[in-house]
Structures are given as structure tokens and as C-alpha cells.
């Protein structure tokens, strides 16, 4: 599949996924939507990917959904926009959270509507400066969509989820550090350099046991405590058997650099 709107390419171990509409500010259309979908199913399927790092290209992350793509014209029937929920958005998250490595996301500008919920879906997101996070959707009459209503009080508590999404006021990244909606603010030129440090470097750590604390982290949002002892064991069952589980062992024990492989 030959890629129109996003830039896509894999290196050392990272494949950094780019959404290339910025005259649109990366907002999702179909294309958009079908690109991202073969480009992560590329990431599963490729053994040799160890991180995902996804970005935007131009000023803006991404205004989520392409509005001009919506036909409201008085007169014509109402759009279900349960069915590009359920075709598009809720794929697109889940796939980017079950991935089975550390996922970054670089926000590199404003990001709105469903664009602000989707770093949100990922492991370490990293904010430029000057970027920004919308709630937008009722500006337009929508409800936070793309798990927003599920990652938002969740993030930052209750009260602050409800602001922002009833409000749909520009939070800035600095205020988004701030209130642990994401990882880390970075100056604007060093976020492309600082994202891909840090998805290099997870590169080459053991990715599999990185793949299995992403798991068990994410489970233990809805799980109680005694299901989230219960899983603790398992994934460590699982993780006691993988090699980069002897290779960190053995480098130890010997006193080198370990070589991990991901498995
Ligand atoms: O429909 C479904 O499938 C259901 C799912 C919905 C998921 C959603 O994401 S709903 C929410 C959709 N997004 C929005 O409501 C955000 C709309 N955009 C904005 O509010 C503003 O553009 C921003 C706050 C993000 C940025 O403002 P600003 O002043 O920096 O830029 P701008 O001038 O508004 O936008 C620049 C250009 O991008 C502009 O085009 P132009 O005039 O230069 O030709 C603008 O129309 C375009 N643009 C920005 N956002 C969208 C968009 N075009 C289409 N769709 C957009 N979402």
C-alpha cells in the first residue's frame, strides 16, 4: 500500500508513524483512517519493530475527525456516527493500547477532538511547548470519544475530566504535565530528537517484558486488587520464560552490557 497521508518507516527497531494532512491539521478521513490501520498492522506483524512512535508532520498533531468529510446540509439525514466509531476510532485505540510494545506519542502541536484523546491510548506521551489539548467535541454538540470519557478522569481525576470536556478549553501542554495527562512538556525543537531518544533506547531493552508491564498496567485500571495479583503472576510467568529474561540474568551476573532481542 502506497501511503498518501501519513509518512511511515521503520529504523533500528522504531517504526515512527507521521500523519501527513497538515493543511488540515492531520484531521482523520477515510484515507487517513485506512492508512493508519495497515501501517499498525504492519507494526504487529513485523518482528523487527520494537517500539512505535507516532507523531504529526506541520503544526498541528491532529484535529481528529475531518468535519468537511460530514455532510450536515439542512434537510439530509442524519449521519450514524456510531458506525465510525465502531469502524474507525475504537479500532484505532485499541489497537494502538493492545499493541504489544511501548508506544510514544509525540504531540508536536495542537491536538483536538478525537486527536486529543488518542496520545492518551498510548504508553509515554512527550508534548511540545507550544502544544495544546481540546476537548472540542461539544463545541460541536459530541460527546469525547476515541476511550476520552474513559482515559480523562482516569489521567487527571474527575473534576478537572469534567471541565475539560464540558468547557472544550485549550489546556496547555505545560498544564497537561502538570496534571499528569501526559508524561513530559520539552521545548518545540527537541521533541522529534527527545522522541526518538527515548523510542531508540526502548529499542533495545527487553521489549517483550516492556510489551507485559504495559499489559499489566493497563489491566490494573479496571481490575481489583486480587485480579491484578492474579495477573502479576501470570505475566511474570510468562515473562520468567522469555529470553531477555536469562540474557538481563546472565549480563548481570557477568558484569556486561546486556543483549536483549525482544523475546
Ligand atoms: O464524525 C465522526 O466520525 C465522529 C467522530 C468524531 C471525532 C472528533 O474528533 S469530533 C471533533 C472534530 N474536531 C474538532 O472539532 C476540532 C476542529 N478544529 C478546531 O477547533 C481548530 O481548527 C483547532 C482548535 C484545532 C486549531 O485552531 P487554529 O485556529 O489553530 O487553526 P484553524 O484555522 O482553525 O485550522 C487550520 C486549518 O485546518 C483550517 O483550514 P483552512 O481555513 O486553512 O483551509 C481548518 O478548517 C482546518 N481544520 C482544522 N480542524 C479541522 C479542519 N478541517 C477539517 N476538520 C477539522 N477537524
Redesign the pocket.
Known amino acids: 500500500m502506497n501511503f498518501e497521508h501519513i509518512l511511515f518507516s521503520i529504523e533500528a527497531g522504531v517504526a515512527l508513524l507521521s500523519l501527513n494532512r497538515p493543511?488540515?491539521?492531520n484531521?482523520?478521513n477515510t484515507s487517513m483512517h485506512l492508512e493508519v490501520k495497515e501501517a499498525l498492522k504492519q507494526v504487529r506483524q513485523n518482528p523487527e519493530v520494537r517500539v512505535l512512535l507516532l507523531t504529526g508532520e506541520g503544526r498541528?498533531f491532529c484535529?481528529?475527525?475531518?468535519?468537511?468529510d460530514?455532510n450536515v446540509a439542512p434537510g439530509t439525514e442524519a449521519?450514524d456516527?456510531g458506525v465510525?466509531?465502531e469502524t474507525?476510532?475504537n479500532p484505532l485505540i485499541r489497537q494502538l493500547r493492545d499493541l504489544p510494545m511501548p508506544v510514544i506519542c509525540a504531540v508536536n502541536g495542537?491536538a483536538?477532538?478525537?486527536?486529543a484523546n488518542i496520545p492518551l491510548a498510548c504508553d509515554l506521551v512527550l508534548a511540545a511547548r507550544s502544544a495544546s489539548f481540546?476537548q472540542?467535541?461539544c463545541?460541536?454538540g459530541?460527546i469525547p470519544?476515541?476511550g476520552g470519557t474513559w482515559t480523562l478522569p482516569r489521567l487527571v481525576g474527575m473534576a478537572r475530566a469534567k471541565a475539560l470536556a464540558l468547557l472544550g478549553n485549550?489546556l496547555s501542554a505545560e498544564q497537561a504535565e502538570q496534571w499528569g495527562l501526559i508524561y513530559r512538556c520539552v521545548d518545540d525543537a527537541q521533541l522529534r530528537d527527545e522522541a526518538l531518544t527515548l523510542a531508540r533506547h526502548l529499542a533495545t531493552q527487553p521489549t517483550y517484558g516492556l510489551a507485559l508491564i504495559k499489559r499489566s498496567l493497563n489491566a490494573s485500571l479496571s481490575n481489583t486488587f486480587d485480579e491484578q495479583l492474579e495477573l502479576e503472576r501470570d505475566l511474570q510467568r510468562l515473562a520468567g520464560r522469555s529470553e531477555d529474561y536469562r540474557e538481563g540474568v546472565s549480563a548481570f551476573m557477568d558484569k556486561r552490557t546486556p543483549a536483549f532481542k525482544g523475546r
Open positions: 493543511e488540515q491539521l484531521s482523520f498541528g484535529a481528529g475527525q475531518d468535519l468537511s460530514r449521519p456516527l465510525s466509531i474507525f476510532y495542537v483536538a477532538g478525537a486527536g481540546i472540542a467535541f463545541k460541536i459530541l470519544d476515541s485549550r
